[in-house]
């Protein structure tokens, strides 16, 4: 099949940015860190951002690009030995000139996988 390329397309496009925060009280049982059932606040509101390309005829299916605040993840040990797995969301490595992350912990439990990947300073008060 031979393919035709235009300078220019009409569609149907569409963009909607909404907040998906759960609402307080909804159960995150499944969450690895939660020490209860149901939440008890919100820490940092959670947004979907969706777009939507579909042919102007609508005889075809159109392209949904969905996507929520999480881009990426670091995956650390657990400083308090109850072998949960901890998460860093969104944050790069060499994405910050200076990061310093603070342990309520003794010196033992600062995670040096987490400090080298961010290339951090660790602080133990």
Known sequence: ?????????????????RDATPPVGSSHASWGAAKHDLTEGIHKPLTATAAVIAPLD?????????????????????NYDDGIVNFLY???PGQYDRVLICYETPPRTVQADLVAALNAQ???F
């Open 122 to 124: 660790p602080l133990v």
């Open 58 to 78: 609508g005889g075809s299916r159109g392209l949904a690009l969905v996507a929520l605040d999480i881009g990426s993840a670091l995956t650390f040990g657990d």
């Open 1 to 17: 099949m031979d393919q035709i390329t235009y300078p220019f397309t009409r569609c149907k496009f569409g963009v909607a940015v």
């Open 90 to 92: 969104n944050a790069q």
